[in-house]
Structures are given as structure tokens and as C-alpha cells.
């Protein structure tokens, strides 16, 4: 069914706040229709908020940062800047990916989605070839726990011992996935 979700906000305090304030919606035992509600005003507290800061960031720029989006090129970085501000919102991800997490848009069917993935380098430090990635997650989080453990598990065991979680990580996630399918 539908949840209930706090807007994704990088101010820790507000965001506890919005949560509290459902959670006693909840508690005073208010309807969906009313925690769906205020769900709805937080949102668009938020995006207003956002509006605000984007149009003064925008006075406050640089005309020299509007230089790298004229010329042939131009709109080949706006287009890159989008589809990245897309991406970094779709997997509800800060402005820059924590160490070890990459993510990427995948086709599926009509639709494309977003997933976050845990990414180990050779214990050797070399970054020239990537070791392994680990499952697709559709949020930063799940992508941050699991480089959390394949990380812990390959300063202990080692490349191998850490490549192999990571691929038995990946048969579990997609073997939820299709048993979710299959299911619908």
C-alpha cells in the first residue's frame, strides 16, 4: 500500500521535526486521509524552501560558471548536469555519493529506474580496474550498508572473500525482486 514518508531533506533537525509531527498524527489517532495530508504540506513546505534557495544561489552565481554552458558543448552539460540531478534524486541521494556508492538509471520495460550499488577497488589501493559491485538498491542507504559489510569483510578475508558476498548479495536482492514480480 501507500506509506506515509517524510520529504528527503539533508537538514537532520527539520526532518526529525516532519517525522515527529506524523507520528503524532498517528498517535492522536488521525485518519490516512489526514497523515497523507500533512505528508503533502511538508512536501510542498520543502519544495518551496528549495525554490527559494535555487533563486538566490542563482543571483548569487558566478557569470563564469555560465560560461561552461555556452558553446558546441554547452548543451551536452546541461543535459549531463540533469540527467545527474535526476539520478541523485531518484535514488534520494545527498549531492555527492558517498565513498564506494556509484549509481545509474537501468531500462526496465517502459520505465526507467534509478538504483545506488556498493562499488570495492583491489585491496592493493590500484583504481585502475574495479574489483566488484555489490547488489542494485533503488536508495543510497541500502547501497551505503551493503559497501559497509563487503568493505569490513574484505580488510578481514580479503578480494575474494568480499567478491563473493557481494555476488551472493546480488542472487538474494534479485531473487526478492522476482519473487515480488511473480507475486503482482
Known amino acids: 500500500g501507500k506509506h506515509a514518508r517524510t520529504p528527503f531533506l539533508v537538514d537532520l533537525e527539520q526532518a526529525l521535526e516532519y517525522r515527529r509531527q ?17 505528508q503533502r504540506e511538508q512536501s510542498a513546505e ?5 525554490k527559494l534557495l535555487v533563486a538566490k544561489n542563482a543571483k548569487a552565481r ?3 560558471n555560465q560560461k561552461l554552458y555556452r558553446g558546441p558543448l554547452g548543451a551536452l552539460r546541461i543535459e549531463l548536469r540533469k540527467a545527474t540531478t535526476d539520478l541523485r534524486r531518484a535514488v534520494r541521494a545527498p549531492p555527492t555519493l558517498p565513498d564506494g556508492i556509484d549509481a ?3 531500462n526496465q520495460g517502459n520505465s526507467r529506474i534509478a538504483f545506488a550499488y556498493a562499488i570495492l577497488w583491489p585491496s592493493t589501493g590500484a583504481k585502475q580496474a574495479l574489483l566488484c559491485t555489490g547488489p542494485l538498491r533503488v536508495s543510497v542507504d541500502a547501497a551505503v550498508d551493503d559497501f559497509a559489510e563487503l568493505r569490513d569483510l574484505q580488510e578481514r578475508l580479503g578480494d575474494g572473500a ?20 511473480f507475486a503482482s
Open 104 to 106: 545509474a538509471f537501468a
Open 162 to 181: 568480499a567478491c563473493e558476498r557481494a555476488s551472493a548479495l546480488d542472487l538474494e536482492v534479485m531473487s526478492a525482486r522476482a519473487r515480488l514480480s
Open 62 to 64: 558566478k557569470p563564469s
Open 22 to 38: 506524523l507520528l503524532a498524527i498517528v498517535a492522536a489517532g488521525g485518519s490516512k486521509e489526514d497523515l497523507f495530508r500533512r
Open 46 to 50: 520543502v519544495r518551496a524552501i528549495r
